[in-house]
């Protein structure tokens, strides 16, 4: 029973940086309708910079501000010079785009970085908590996860900005004859994604290291949260995030063992985009051609 409670509460930690992730897949499916594969490599880049930062004597949450501004001001600055000028090009020249991100990113991190494993320092050192079962960084990830979601909750239900980036990724038709200014909004959209996604890498490097290639997994069990809660449903993504989470950590740990776990995330992605395409909180939308 030890074991077993041990599991969950490991999966409700990592399910929190696969909901950061699936929330920032779901912010820009929400605004372009297509999925960003490189949402991962450039989190990664972004811990990169934080570490860099930290090594240079900035304290560690002056690095973790200084990241995340810095990862914002990217999103935006991609959107609007790499995706702007493709606006109503077909869904492969949008995937491209993507996949071609994902590549130089990762190649600009080997390049400058280098390709060895890095430890990546924590903020919340000492010894287990909750009875051993739970570490100090686990618990203090999942606080921070927690407390993202709730800012980006507030932000997008409360504040007139956040409505209005709402109201540009719905209908940017509608918003223009609004005065919405939508290329800002989606802009905006794409820095808030990037700087979400910056925050789950700097949670994650000190579990699995730093490396060029770190994020892979972690945006694949992003993307299998996000498909399974609904990936046109932020609250859902988030859900599905957590749910994978403690799904991962109790089949690794009892069913399938850690070599297949990979593998069992896309059986998810699969069995719901067979089963239940909209996901379990998401809705089918009928449009008349």
């Not at 935006?76 to 493709?86: D, G, K, N």
């Not at 896309?266 to 089918?284: M, N, S």
Request: aromatic share 10%.
């Amino acid at each position: 029973m030890d074991e077993f409670l041990h599991q969950v509460l490991s999966g409700v930690a990592s399910g929190g940086i696969y909901a950061s992730v699936a929330l920032a897949l779901v912010m820009i499916f929400q605004a372009t309708h297509h999925v960003n594969f490189a949402q991962g490599e450039m989190a990664m880049f972004s811990t990169f910079i934080a570490l860099a930062l930290i090594e240079a004597g900035v304290p560690y949450w002056g690095a973790f501000a200084i990241t995340v501004l810095l990862s914002l001001i990217l999103g935006a600055a991609i959107q609007r010079v790499l995706l702007t000028p493709m606006a109503g090009s077909p869904v492969l020249a949008s995937v491209g785009v993507f996949i071609g991100l994902l590549l130089i990113f990762n190649s600009i991190a080997g390049w400058l970085f280098g390709y060895t494993l890095k430890p990546f320092p924590t903020p919340f050192e000492g010894p287990p908590v909750l009875g051993g079962f739970v570490t100090r960084h686990d618990l203090g990830s999942t606080a921070v996860t927690l407390a993202v979601l709730g800012g980006v909750y507030g932000f997008f239900r409360f504040t007139n900005l956040g409505l209005a980036m709402r109201a540009a990724a719905y209908n940017p038709v509608s918003s223009r004859l609004m005065g919405i200014r939508v290329g800002r909004m989606l802009a905006l959209g794409w820095g808030l994604a990037a700087a979400i996604g910056a925050i789950a890498g700097m949670m994650v490097a000190p579990v699995v290291f730093l490396d060029p290639n770190m994020m892979s997994g972690v945006l694949l069990y992003a993307f299998a949260g996000a498909l399974l809660g609904g990936i046109s449903n932020p609250l859902g993504a988030v859900f599905g995030g957590f749910a994978i989470g403690v799904i991962e950590n109790l089949a690794g740990a009892y069913l399938v063992g850690p070599e297949l776990k990979l593998t069992l995330a896309l059986a998810i992605i699969v069995a719901v985009l067979t089963v239940r395409p909209a996901g379990l909180f998401g809705r089918t939308v009928v449009s008349r051609v």
